[in-house]
């Protein structure tokens, strides 16, 4: 078990299935009555994420960890759907994510091959698999905190995308030449020192600023 007590592992599990029970009902008040494929989502972040880290033998590739980090935090979007979906959260999903150690350097193949694992489970059972996530976060590696810290941020500009249009088709996701993902990187250092409760009203307003100059 990590620094996080099981106690607040629980409260930050609630927090972000308030937040992401607030986000599907913008998408679609009826959400969980949609057949939603939020597997078919999944393997597919995975495969992005895979370009993120880099794969390919015959190019030089450096790995984007903080687009990587972000496509972790799809995933966790779409699983957290889905285990509210299918009615409570296990009461262990807390428990698994909060004994995740982040410590030491990432060896790429172990972390590509956790990938594949975690694509294959969603693709061969059509579902989330708690095991093959968190051992995806331990090879990267990501504790609970940060995966929470940037759930709240990705989070919030999920929310800023469909009040702009996104499911309309009018959101522009290239702000300066950049993608939406890279200035949120960029704001949460810089909110970085801000008081957990004041940091999504912070960052959402640093949002529409760039966005305004977009």
Known sequence: M???????A????????????EHNQLVHAQWRQQG??????????CAEMLDHFG???????????????LELVDI????????????????DVAEQLAA?????????????????????????????????FTAAMAALPMDYAELYA??????????FRQNNGYKSGEYKKLWQGREDNEHLIELLAELGNDAPEQLPDRLYAGLEARYASA
């Open 2 to 8: 990590s620094q996080i007590s099981l106690a607040q």
């Open 10 to 21: 629980q409260i930050m599990l609630r927090t972000m299935a308030t937040m992401q029970e």
């Open 36 to 45: 939603f494929e939020f597997y078919r989502a999944m393997w597919v972040e």
């Open 55 to 69: 794969w390919k033998w015959w190019k030089q590739q450096s790995p984007d960890l903080d687009q990587v980090k």
């Open 76 to 91: 966790w979007h779409f699983a957290l759907s889905e285990l509210m979906r299918d009615g409570d959260i296990p009461p």
């Open 100 to 132: 995740v150690a982040a410590d030491g350097p990432t060896d790429p193949e172990t972390f590509r091959l956790a990938i594949e694992a975690l694509a294959a489970e969603c693709l061969n059972t059509r579902s989330f698999d708690t095991k093959g």
């Open 150 to 159: 940037l759930y709240i941020g990705k989070n919030m500009l999920n929310r």
